[in-house]
C-alpha cells in the first residue's frame, strides 16, 4: 500500500450531528421535522445534493440550490466542531512514519472544499496531507448521469489520480454505507469505523472493519491490510 486516504466528516471529526441538526433546520422551516433515525437510516453519509433530492420527493420542493444555500447557513453557525480523537491520534502516527514507510495521505470526502478544509483547520491538520479531494466540487469532469458524488468512485479515483498512485495501492478510512461503497467501487481496500451515527449501518462491503484507532500502532494497522 502507498497511500492512505481519509474521508472527512464521521471519520477525522465529529460532524454529523452538526450536519442532522442543520438540515432538521432547513425541513422544519418546510413545516417537517427531519426525524432523526430517518437522517441515519437514510441520509448520513450521502452529499447535500442527495438530501436536497429527497426532500423534493417528500414535499415538491422544487428550487434545490436554495435548500443547499440555507442548509449551509445553518451549518456554518455551528462552530467548534470536535475532532475524532482517536483516528486524529492515529493519523499523526502515520504522519510521522509516512516518509520511511513510503506513504502518501489524503483526504477524499463528499463535503464542500470549503467545509472540509474549515474542518481541517480547526483542528490543525490542513497542512499535513498530499492532496485534498471534495466529491462535490473536485470531481464534476467526469461524466455521469447519476451525479459523481460518493457513493459514485470518481472522489476516490481523482485522489489516486493526484497521488500518483493506483487506486489499489490506497487504503480508504471510512465511516459510512455509502463512502465505502465509493471506495470499495474504485478498488481502494477499505476499512470501516463507524461513529454514533453510522454504527448500524451495513458497513459488510468493507474489507476490514474496526471500532476505533485507539492505542492501534502503524504496525498493527497494516498487519490487518491484507
Known amino acids: 500500500m502507498k497511500a492512505v486516504i481519509f474521508d472527512c466528516d464521521g471519520t477525522l471529526v465529529d460532524s454529523e450531528e452538526a450536519h442532522y441538526l442543520a438540515w432538521a433546520a432547513v425541513f422544519q422551516e418546510l413545516g417537517h421535522p427531519l426525524e432523526k433515525q430517518f437522517y441515519i437510516d437514510h441520509l448520513c453519509g450521502h452529499g447535500e445534493v ?30 467548534g466542531i ?65 451525479g459523481t458524488n460518493k457513493p459514485k468512485p470518481y472522489v476516490y479515483l481523482e485522489a489516486a489520480k493526484r497521488l500518483g498512485v493506483e487506486p489499489e495501492e490506497c487504503v480508504a478510512i471510512e465511516d459510512s454505507r455509502v463512502g465505502i461503497a465509493a471506495a470499495v467501487s474504485a478498488g481502494c481496500f477499505t476499512v470501516a469505523v463507524p461513529n454514533p451515527y453510522t454504527r448500524f449501518h451495513d458497513l459488510s462491503e468493507a474489507h476490514l472493519q474496526i471500532d476505533s484507532f485507539a492505542d492501534m500502532s502503524v504496525d498493527d494497522f497494516f498487519a490487518r491490510i491484507v
Open 50 to 79: 442527495k438530501v436536497a433530492q429527497t426532500a423534493s420527493l417528500l414535499y415538491g420542493v422544487t428550487d434545490l440550490e436554495d435548500l443547499i444555500r440555507r442548509k449551509d447557513r445553518y451549518y456554518e453557525e455551528r462552530h
Open 82 to 146: 470536535a475532532p475524532i480523537e482517536a483516528t486524529v491520534a492515529f493519523f499523526h502516527r502515520l504522519r510521522r512514519e509516512k516518509e520511511t514507510r513510503g506513504l502518501k495521505l489524503a483526504v477524499a470526502s463528499g463535503a464542500r472544499r470549503v467545509d472540509i478544509l474549515s474542518c481541517l483547520k480547526h483542528i490543525g491538520i490542513d497542512t499535513h496531507f498530499d492532496a485534498i479531494l471534495s466529491g462535490k466540487d473536485d470531481v464534476s469532469h467526469y461524466l455521469d448521469p447519476e
